[in-house]
């Protein structure tokens, strides 16, 4: 399949270590906050969301933090797999009337073995 | 259960060319997005349904671009006279939406548009 992220900004970790993937937003009035997994070839994959009222969501091996003070959100993968190799997206949820994505920049991530 | 389809993978068009990119959203799935993604970049939105109705199409960069979704299920994006910079993967999303939570959207693989 083609590759979605040439030109991104990539992060190699070793398998078993966490990995940080951090995303600035720029709306303030975003409602909901969303990391999305890409692989090659495949369309976005949802991993985690947080609501604009929280600072702090746990799923199975992934946290989302956000900092709505500098507009940060981060994307925590513990003890990281092979599998988790893909470009990773941030995304804002404006909940306007047509619930659309705003998407940020992405990051690849690589896992060495 | 089945996921989003679309339909072809892949296209190849010769400038000026027009081109019809197929979705099938998820059964029973209200609202359906289309998003297009550029080569290194993050989807952009380009138009929204809900059932048939497409109620925001601030996204589509030009009137060479039409989408339809007449009986609120399977959507149609249409590009008139392709060209270069149109080339790009053409995402298609759908979701069912809840109330006051994050609908999550659920991606289809994209169809590749390249124009030569």
């Known amino acids: 399949g083609e590759s979605v992220g040439l030109h991104l900004p990539t992060l190699s970790v070793q398998e078993g270590d966490n990995s940080i993937i951090n995303c600035a937003y720029s709306?303030?009035?975003?409602?909901?906050f969303i990391w999305y997994k890409q692989e090659s070839g495949k369309g976005p994959q949802f991993i985690i969301d947080?609501?604009?009222?929280?600072d702090k969501r746990q799923g199975q091996r992934v946290t989302v933090l956000l900092n709505k003070t500098v507009k940060h959100l981060s994307l925590q993968i513990a003890a990281t797999q092979p599998g988790d190799s893909a470009v990773y997206f941030c995304?804002?949820?404006?909940?306007?009337?047509?619930?659309?994505?705003?998407f940020g920049s992405g990051t690849r991530l690589l896992v060495r073995p | 259960g089945a996921g989003v389809s679309q339909s072809p993978r892949y296209k190849v068009a010769k400038r000026g060319q027009d081109v019809a990119l197929r979705c099938d959203p998820i059964?029973?799935?209200?609202?359906l997005f289309w998003y297009q993604q550029a080569l290194g970049q993050g989807p952009e939105f380009l138009t929204y349904?809900?059932?048939?109705?497409?109620?925001?199409k601030s996204g589509l960069p030009s009137d060479r671009f039409f989408a339809e979704r007449p009986e609120g299920s399977v959507s149609t994006l249409k590009i008139q006279r392709t060209q270069q910079e149109d080339s790009a993967v053409y995402l298609c999303?759908?979701?069912?939406?809840?109330?006051?939570?994050?609908?999550?959207?659920?991606f289809g693989p994209g169809t590749r548009l390249t124009v030569l």
């Open positions: 999303a759908s979701s069912f939406p809840g109330q006051g939570a994050y609908n999550e959207q659920f």
């Open positions: 709306n303030s009035a975003s409602d909901y």
């Open positions: 947080i609501r604009s009222n929280m």
């Open positions: 995304a804002e949820d404006f909940m306007d009337s047509s619930y659309k994505l705003i």
């Open positions: 059964s029973g799935h209200v609202s």
């Open positions: 349904f809900q059932n048939e109705a497409q109620l925001d």
